[in-house]
């Protein structure tokens, strides 16, 4: 008898797996497994417990790909293994990507879907990346090259009505970046202040 086994893991600390919870309970699983956002997407006991329950002849289920895998070869990876035991692979979201029997390959689907799980997998990366680097108080992107000084400089110069561009000049930086370093500072600040 075919047993429908479900995984899913919190992709984004943001977002709560309740939701892909209660889509693989929908789709009939039988027991679900779930690794919060906190684990290492390449050592997560939720997986590795359910990949040693599922026997021949179960389908994992889930919700995505990118809940499975935190990468395109793992997911590779895994659906080989899956295949070698005789468990079968079903996605709710990506037709394209299920196993078994019943299952037409159409491989234009099958590259087409692979091609969106590798872009979903790399944008949770630089999601996850960015909340990194924020929590650790840096700031992502290129860093800006109106320093401090360059800005009480630029700010004095405008409060002697010097034209932007005149300032960039002197600065040596773009007018965009004069303007958008001056863009919240008061022109004439108040000495009262």
Same mark, same amino acid.
């Given at each position: 008898?075919?047993?429908?086994?479900?995984?899913?893991?919190? &992709?984004?600390?943001?977002?709560?797996?309740?939701?892909?919870?209660?889509?693989?309970?929908?789709?009939?699983?039988?027991?679900?497994?779930?690794?919060?956002?906190?684990?290492?997407?390449?050592?997560?006991?939720?997986?590795?417990?359910?990949?040693?329950?599922?026997?021949?002849?179960?389908?994992?289920?889930?919700?995505?790909?990118?809940?499975? $895998?935190?990468?395109?070869?793992?997911?590779?990876?895994?659906?080989?293994?899956?295949?070698?035991?005789?468990?079968?692979?079903?996605?709710?979201?990506?037709?394209?990507?299920?196993?078994?029997?019943?299952?037409?390959?159409?491989?234009?689907?099958?590259?087409?879907?692979?091609?969106?799980?590798?872009?979903?997998?790399? $944008?949770?990366?630089?999601?996850?990346?960015?909340?990194?680097?924020?929590?650790?108080?840096?700031?992502?992107?290129?860093?800006?090259?109106?320093?401090?000084?360059?800005?009480?400089?630029?700010?004095? &110069?405008?409060?002697?009505?010097?034209?932007?561009?005149?300032?960039?000049?002197?600065?040596?930086? $773009?007018?965009?970046?004069?303007?958008?370093?001056?863009?919240?500072?008061?022109?004439?600040?108040?000495?009262?202040?």
């Amino acid at each position: 008898m075919t047993r429908l086994v479900g995984y899913t893991r919190q &992709l984004a600390v943001e977002l709560d797996p309740a939701a892909g919870v209660a889509a693989l309970t929908t789709a009939g699983v039988v027991r679900v497994f779930v690794d919060d956002g906190l684990a290492d997407p390449r050592e997560r006991p939720g997986l590795t417990e359910c990949l040693a329950f599922l026997q021949a002849g179960d389908v994992l289920v889930v919700p995505s790909a990118a809940h499975l $895998s935190h990468a395109v070869t793992h997911f590779v990876t895994t659906i080989t293994a899956l295949d070698t035991q005789g468990v079968g692979f079903r996605s709710l979201t990506e037709p394209a990507l299920c196993t078994g029997a019943d299952q037409a390959v159409d491989p234009a689907r099958v590259l087409a879907a692979v091609e969106g799980l590798r872009r979903r997998l790399v $944008s949770l990366r630089t999601r996850a990346g960015m909340a990194s680097a924020s929590a650790a108080g840096k700031r992502p992107g290129r860093p800006t090259v109106m320093t401090p000084e360059k800005v009480a400089m630029a700010l004095e &110069l405008r409060n002697l009505d010097r034209p932007i561009t005149h300032i960039a000049r002197v600065l040596g930086v $773009s007018a965009n970046s004069v303007q958008r370093a001056l863009a919240p500072l008061p022109r004439h600040p108040d000495p009262a202040s």
